[in-house]
């Protein structure tokens, strides 16, 4: 027990929370034994995103998904509720089912026929003479994972029985999901299949820390603002005086955000665009809203859920670590419910533009992740810094809060991957 | 109005084929008319209006990826990507006002070339892809309404597409 407290004090002084340097240990990107760490501390134990209930609306519907690398069922049974299964007969230990998504009345195992409900009850197997008549079936369903939680659509589990319950869990971002839901009159959105995806050779904590980083944008990006120029809808000046604006915020629990301000200006905000051009869309927002609500409603969010998952204006971003240096990420566009068709419509093509593996900016994105999985292999200095912004940050309700360009968001994630890497 | 044969077809496509291995993206966009979509789908059963692609560009966003490619500073493909490309398995349908449909095999080798130990560089991929063309004849020369390029691993995470597959 001895090496494996050493182990895991040493993973914790990865993280230098040190107030004028903040620094990470290039070994979280690049150490194996530590990925294999982080899958049993963090993914195997918080709160983690595996889907919205739109992707299984009737029953029988199903998706497969890893949480970390297990792989999991999440269903909806005949009685319309939804269940987060194992993927692994009870017998011998196959999986029951091989798709990423689909419509089943049952999941058999093909190696003996073990047959089993949408909610995991075993239902039947090959030749069941030879299991003795008081053959308990109840005993033998497939194992729901230990918490499972729907929020709002949005569908968590944890594999841990124990641990901060999901309202603890979400409750610092939980106010920022509200609002990002307040863009549909109705306060719900629906995933439209299929999802982009990609992959990069980098690890997974590149792409988490680069959704709530408004550092990289005009140097990263600066190819997309000129075809936002060539199309006349921004000078580059323009575009790089927004990506100014606004704050970035880390969060308890490792959640952060990177936003820009609200208005209910037709020229300062996408939903008050949307709102004067569509008249049925606007009456209805007004008809749901007040003026202060429509305010922060407009307000664009990256919104990082920690450990994997992005809430994004088009887009649910989900992170699968696959390993120390492969990570798939998942790009799950989605409709606002209750809007004009032509809105979201637009919302995809303009989610295409500039998201996903052909898109005008995810690309530059990727580039950068692998170049830092290249640059930290050289270990004549280890450390890598996070410290934009400590000197001119400030606390207001818990949350830190700094400017746009400032690493407050990256800083919460590593504080909260310290404290659960530390718990091992 | 000529008749498109085999033959014409595997001509164009080969002149297509050469312009974007040799990268002249801009002598490549002029292949297309001003009505063309050039698709790339995820799941090539899906309406466009109602799911993402991979890319889904009108004439005005293909011209955004070429300026993009050719005229802005991108990353991703600086270095840029070497492509090969094989194309197979020709076969041409008439249609109706001026236009013919073309359906190929299309098989792509790309790598983009760097420096030692370099994540992401250096390494080849393969790109096997069923494509379907409409070209309609107009001032004397076939040009591409649509090219629809359905990867044998549409659906799979895919590694930067950002050269022009």
């Given amino acids: ?99 990423e998504r689909g419509h089943s009345n049952f999941f058999r195992c093909r190696y003996h026929n073990w047959v089993y409900a949408n909610n995991g009850d075993l239902i039947g197997m090959a030749q069941s003479t030879g299991y003795p008549d008081d053959f308990d079936r109840s005993r033998y369903g497939l194992t729901p994972v230990p918490r499972f939680e729907n929020y709002r659509g949005l569908l968590f589990v944890s594999l841990a029985p124990e641990g901060p319950s999901f309202a603890e869990h979400i409750a610092p971002v939980r106010r920022y999901i509200e609002y990002w839901l307040g863009r549909s009159p109705a306060e719900a959105v629906e995933v439209s299949l299929p999802p982009h995806r990609y992959e990069y050779p980098g690890n997974w ?26 199309a006349r809808e921004a000078t580059v000046e323009e575009s790089q005086h927004y990506r100014q604006s606004g704050s970035a915020r880390g969060l308890a629990g490792g959640h952060g955000l990177l936003e820009r301000p609200g208005s209910l200006n037709p020229n300062s905000s996408w939903t008050a665009r949307m709102m004067h051009r569509y008249p049925d869309y606007d009456a209805a927002m007004r008809r749901r809203f007040t003026d202060e609500e429509l305010m922060q409603i407009s307000a664009r969010r990256n919104i990082f859920v920690f450990p994997n998952l992005f809430l994004f204006e088009t887009h649910f971003r989900v992170i699968v670590p696959k390993a120390v240096d492969r ?63 400590q000197h001119r940050e400030r606390v207001e309700d818990g949350e830190w809060v700094g400017h746009t360009t400032d690493e407050a968001p990256q800083r919460a994630l590593y504080r909260q991957w310290r404290r659960l890497m530390a718990d091992a | 109005m000529p008749a498109l044969s085999v033959a014409d077809a595997e001509r164009f496509l080969y002149a297509e084929a050469r312009l974007l291995d040799e990268r002249r993206f801009e002598e490549w966009e002029a292949l297309f008319t001003d009505d063309a979509v050039y698709w790339l789908p995820i799941d ?11 890319i ?103 590694y930067n597409l950002s050269f022009i597959p």
């Fill in chain 2, 44 to 54: 090539p059963a899906l309406d466009p209006a109602q799911a993402v692609a991979i």
């Fill in chain 2, 56 to 158: 889904y560009d009108d004439r005005k966003r293909l011209h955004e990826r070429v300026y993009r490619l050719t005229r802005t500073p991108v990353l991703d493909q600086n270095p840029p990507s070497r492509t090969l490309r094989l194309v197979s398995n020709v076969e041409v349908t008439p249609g109706a006002d001026g236009e013919a449909a073309v359906d190929c095999r299309q098989l792509i080798a790309e790598m983009r070339p760097g420096g030692p130990g370099q994540q992401g560089l250096n390494a080849p991929r393969l790109f096997a892809a069923h494509c379907h063309y409409r070209l309609r004849h107009a001032d004397g020369a076939w040009k591409i309404v649509l090219k629809k390029v359905v990867l044998l691993t549409a659906d799979e995470p895919q």
């Fill in chain 1, 327 to 389: 990570t798939e990420v998942a790009l799950y566009v989605y409709a606002l419910k209750d809007v004009p068709e032509a809105i979201n419509q637009g919302r995809f093509r303009g989610h295409e533009r500039f998201f996903g593996p052909a898109g005008f900016g995810t690309p530059d994105d990727i580039e950068i992740f692998t170049e830092v999985q290249t640059g930290v292999r050289a270990r004549g200095q280890e450390w890598l810094l996070l410290n934009r912004g």
């Fill in chain 1, 1 to 99: 027990m001895a090496v494996r407290e050493e182990t895991l004090r040493r993973y914790a002084e990865l993280v230098a929370d040190d107030p004028r340097e903040f620094r990470v240990h290039g070994s979280v990107y690049t150490d194996p034994d530590l990925f294999d760490a982080e899958l049993r501390a963090i993914f195997e134990r918080t709160w983690v995103y595996v889907g919205h209930e739109s992707e299984v609306p009737a029953p029988g519907d199903y998706k497969t998904v890893l949480v970390g690398t297990q792989p999991l069922i999440v269903t909806r049974h005949e009685d319309g509720r939804l269940y987060a299964l194992y993927n692994r007969c009870r017998h011998r230990g196959a999986v029951v089912c091989r798709q």
């Fill in chain 1, 205 to 230: 904590k590149l792409q988490a820390e680069n959704g709530t980083d408004g550092y990289h944008g005009n140097y990263v990006h600066l190819s997309w603002q000129r075809v936002l120029a060539l």
